[in-house]
């Protein structure tokens, strides 16, 4: 966000204000949302309300910015409850951010002047005409989005003035050289590390599992035992595609599909001229006769790329030999191009030629004969042509007889399927997680897994999945998601509790080996482990476990020539136990250029606001109650 603030500094005010013109009239009609009765807030922060139609509005424009962004893709991710739910908490979030960045402005004392409002809203392009700010158009769009224009000016004035406080932050960020090189030192830092790792396998027998620890944590973890909502369907899918591999033509169809078509598979004539020209708009017998002399040496076997260059009026085509390149009838003189088109042989010479610019000498430069792929050549690629043609056109006949039957039979798919010659297809049961072609559209996902559509156990409309490919389903059987019981689960549940109670005791077991004091050697020894020596290890890259190398740059530095050991709980429930001997950091010599300076404060910026925005919210006093419309559900 500051990044993007930064970089369109210039004009930034507009475009901001702007952002907030556009947000008020995006949609038809909204000036009727002002009725809407004060307790539709879904937020309320330090006593401003953020009211539904706000985030609704929030919320239509974002879901834009992403269906562009992402396209088909976002169609997927709608389809996921859990990925809307957060979707939606992060537009209201956003809101209550924006929010709270007024009212730290307005408590900072921030003002604009009415002369720099006044310059702002009349150079909104919405409120101009032909370039020009139009008092009747600025009231008239107020008057549809319901505002008067005193309100509207202030709510410009506010904008504006958290732009201030945005700029005053971005603006005043920047970066040190020294920055740069110990920023790029600590990235560089290499660290040489000892460990060995205590397995929680170890103390598998020392675990005792009863059934009050398998329920409390049951209840604790009960939503990852939740079955998926399940459904069977029956469908009858149309592909032109597949209707094609049953169409058969005959040669003598191919044969005059080629007869009709044969531009198709072939080249014209190609043909590219060069030329000498000695530049005169009237008959001039003087050059005339430098023209023949030239001619004459050219048939004597002169260059002629060679005599273009040093004697051709041409500059352009001179500097290539006096290659004018591939010539289309039209673009040159009638003369000319007459003459030139009369060349019949590769390399062959006009007369001299005059034109209205002057007198030519032409060089048929290059012949390429028009060809004609043979009939035998090209011969399946027809037949394929010709098999889509009578697909498509099968097809979307078929198509038509399909939607009319089954709206006409809506309790089962046999009798459309009967109709268009295709049988009727038959899923076991699946989950949206693992739908198989040709039901994983998200599209298709969505009226299946639809609740009305499975209550009314009827079938669909003719549903698109691709350029004509098409299918018609019904639910055959619905499995609604349902809670596991604890017996169904049990053993699931008692491994789960199992790993849990070895992790503990492996996390103790390692924290009393370190509070025990000593060297690693001797805590190896005691656990009966090897150490493993990783010297030189780099921050970033290596086959050094995550978690451990995460662990020893976040550990001090050794002191008095003593390791620096702490232990770390892998996400398998072992624990490692690390020693950090040495720190060895990178020798920066370099200076920083202009680009690493940029990016260290748009980097500090980022950093401050993130910083402001969590200050504010933490002596903030917000209330949350978002409600979940038709439209967000929607979404």
């Given at each position: 966000?500051?990044?993007?603030?930064?970089?369109?500094?210039?004009?930034?005010?507009a475009?901001?204000?702007?952002?907030?013109?556009?947000?008020?009239?995006?949609?038809?009609?909204?000036?009727?949302?002002?009725?809407?009765?004060?307790?539709a807030?879904?937020?309320?922060?330090?006593?401003?309300?953020?009211?539904?139609?706000?985030?609704?509005?929030?919320?239509?424009?974002?879901?834009?910015?992403?269906?562009?962004?992402?396209?088909?893709?976002?169609?997927?991710?709608?389809?996921?409850?859990?990925?809307?739910?957060?979707?939606?908490?992060?537009?209201?979030?956003?809101?209550?951010?924006?929010?709270?960045?007024?009212?730290?402005?307005?408590?900072?004392?921030?003002?604009?002047?009415?002369?720099?409002?006044?310059?702002?809203?009349?150079?909104?392009?919405?409120?101009?005409?032909?370039?020009?700010?139009?008092?009747?158009?600025?009231i008239?769009?107020?008057?549809?989005?319901?505002?008067?224009?005193?309100?509207?000016?202030?709510?410009?004035?506010?904008?504006?003035?958290?732009?201030?406080?945005?700029?005053?932050?971005?603006?005043?960020?920047?970066?040190?050289?020294?920055?740069?090189?110990?920023?790029?030192?600590?990235?560089?830092?290499?660290?040489?590390?000892?460990?060995?790792?205590?397995?929680?396998?170890?103390?598998?027998?020392?675990?005792?599992?009863?059934?009050?620890?398998?329920?409390?944590?049951?209840?604790q973890?009960?939503?990852?035992?939740?079955?998926?909502?399940?459904?069977?369907?029956?469908?009858?899918?149309?592909?032109?595609?597949?209707?094609?591999?049953?169409?058969?033509?005959?040669?003598?169809?191919?044969?005059?599909?080629?007869?009709?078509?044969?531009?198709?598979?072939?080249?014209?004539?190609?043909?590219?001229?060069?030329?000498?020209?000695?530049?005169?708009?009237?008959?001039?017998?003087?050059?005339?006769?430098?023209?023949?002399?030239?001619?004459?040496?050219?048939?004597?076997?002169?260059?002629?790329?060679?005599?273009?260059?040093?004697?051709?009026?041409?500059?352009?085509?001179?500097?290539?030999?006096?290659?004018?390149?591939?010539?289309?009838?039209?673009?040159?003189?009638p003369?000319?191009?007459?003459?030139?088109?009369?060349?019949?042989?590769l390399?062959?010479?006009?007369?001299?030629?005059?034109?209205?610019?002057?007198?030519?000498?032409?060089?048929?430069?290059?012949?390429?004969?028009?060809?004609?792929?043979?009939?035998?050549?090209?011969?399946?690629?027809?037949?394929?042509?010709?098999?889509?043609?009578?697909?498509?056109?099968?097809?979307?006949?078929?198509?038509?007889?399909?939607?009319?039957?089954?709206?006409?039979?809506?309790?089962?798919?046999?009798e459309?399927?009967?109709?268009?010659?295709?049988?009727?297809?038959?899923?076991?049961?699946?989950?949206?997680?693992?739908?198989?072609?040709?039901?994983?559209?998200?599209?298709?996902?969505?009226?299946?897994?639809?609740?009305?559509?499975?209550?009314?156990?009827?079938?669909?409309?003719?549903?698109?999945?691709?350029?004509?490919?098409?299918?018609?389903?019904?639910?055959?059987?619905?499995?609604?998601?349902?809670?596991?019981?604890?017996?169904?689960?049990?053993?699931?549940?008692?491994?789960?509790?199992?790993?849990?109670?070895?992790?503990?005791?492996?996390a103790?077991?390692?924290?009393?080996?370190?509070?025990?004091?000593?060297?690693?050697?001797?805590?190896?020894?005691?656990a009966?482990?090897?150490?493993?020596?990783?010297?030189?290890?780099?921050?970033?890259?290596?086959?050094?476990?995550?978690?451990?190398?995460?662990?020893?740059?976040?550990?001090?530095?050794?002191?008095?020539?003593?390791?620096?050991?702490?232990?770390?709980?892998?996400?398998?429930?072992?624990v490692?136990?690390v020693?950090?001997?040495?720190?060895?950091?990178?020798?920066?010599?370099?200076?920083?250029?202009?680009?690493?300076?940029?990016?260290i404060?748009?980097?500090?910026?980022?950093?401050?606001?993130?910083?402001?925005?969590?200050?504010?919210?933490?002596d903030?006093?917000?209330?949350?109650?978002?409600?979940?419309?038709?439209?967000?559900?929607?979404?």
């Amino acid at each position: 966000m500051l990044e993007r603030i930064r970089e369109g500094s210039q004009g930034l005010t507009a475009k901001i204000i702007l952002g907030l013109v556009i947000l008020t009239f995006a949609l038809a009609g909204v000036g009727g949302y002002l009725s809407t009765p004060r307790d539709a807030v879904v937020a309320v922060v330090n006593g401003d309300d953020i009211s539904q139609v706000q985030y609704e509005q929030a919320l239509q424009n974002e879901r834009a910015r992403m269906q562009q962004q992402f396209g088909e893709m976002y169609d997927m991710l709608a389809a996921d409850p859990a990925y809307m739910a957060n979707f939606r908490n992060e537009v209201l979030e956003r809101l209550i951010d924006e929010t709270l960045q007024k009212q730290f402005a307005r408590k900072l004392g921030l003002r604009v002047g009415d002369d720099q409002v006044r310059e702002t809203v009349t150079g909104l392009p919405e409120f101009q005409v032909d370039g020009v700010f139009n008092q009747d158009r600025f009231i008239a769009l107020l008057r549809q989005a319901g505002y008067q224009p005193a309100d509207f000016r202030e709510m410009v004035r506010e904008g504006l003035a958290t732009t201030q406080l945005m700029q005053g932050l971005v603006g005043s960020e920047f970066g040190l050289p020294a920055e740069i090189n110990l920023l790029l030192s600590l990235q560089q830092q290499t660290r040489d590390i000892r460990y060995f790792t205590v397995t929680a396998e170890r103390f598998a027998e020392q675990v005792s599992v009863s059934d009050d620890m398998l329920q409390e944590y049951y209840q604790q973890n009960i939503s990852r035992f939740m079955t998926p909502e399940q459904i069977s369907a029956e469908y009858v899918e149309l592909s032109a595609a597949k209707l094609a591999e049953d169409i058969e033509v005959t040669e003598q169809q191919v044969a005059d599909y080629y007869q009709a078509n044969a531009a198709r598979y072939g080249t014209e004539e190609k043909r590219e001229f060069a030329h000498i020209m000695l530049e005169s708009e009237s008959e001039d017998a003087a050059i005339a006769a430098q023209a023949a002399a030239l001619l004459a040496e050219l048939q004597q076997g002169a260059d002629f790329a060679e005599l273009a260059k040093t004697r051709s009026a041409d500059t352009f085509s001179a500097e290539n030999g006096g290659n004018l390149g591939e010539l289309v009838a039209g673009q040159m003189d009638p003369v000319f191009e007459e003459a030139a088109f009369a060349l019949t042989e590769l390399g062959q010479l006009s007369g001299v030629v005059k034109s209205e610019y002057g007198y030519h000498i032409i060089k048929l430069a290059t012949l390429e004969p028009a060809v004609t792929k043979p009939l035998a050549e090209v011969a399946a690629e027809i037949a394929t042509t010709l098999k889509a043609e009578q697909a498509t056109a099968l097809f979307y006949d078929l198509q038509q007889r399909l939607a009319q039957v089954s709206f006409e039979q809506p309790d089962n798919l046999e009798e459309a399927a009967d109709v268009v010659g295709l049988q009727v297809k038959t899923t076991g049961l699946f989950e949206r997680a693992n739908a198989a072609e040709p039901l994983s559209q998200p599209a298709i996902l969505n009226r299946l897994f639809d609740l009305n559509f499975i209550a009314e156990g009827l079938n669909s409309d003719v549903l698109e999945i691709a350029r004509e490919h098409v299918v018609v389903m019904r639910v055959k059987e619905h499995v609604p998601a349902r809670t596991l019981g604890l017996n169904e689960v049990r053993a699931e549940v008692q491994n789960a509790v199992q790993q849990a109670e070895m992790a503990k005791q492996a996390a103790a077991y390692a924290a009393e080996l370190v509070a025990a004091g000593g060297d690693l050697a001797a805590m190896a020894s005691k656990a009966e482990a090897s150490i493993v020596d990783s010297a030189a290890t780099p921050r970033f890259g290596g086959s050094l476990e995550t978690e451990v190398r995460s662990k020893a740059f976040a550990m001090p530095r050794p002191t008095n020539d003593q390791a620096s050991i702490d232990s770390v709980q892998l996400s398998n429930g072992d624990v490692v136990l690390v020693a950090v001997d040495a720190v060895t950091p990178a020798n920066i010599s370099s200076v920083p250029d202009t680009s690493q300076l940029e990016a260290i404060a748009r980097q500090q910026a980022e950093l401050h606001y993130q910083a402001l925005i969590a200050t504010l919210k933490a002596d903030a006093k917000i209330t949350r109650q978002l409600r979940t419309t038709d439209l967000s559900e929607q979404l």
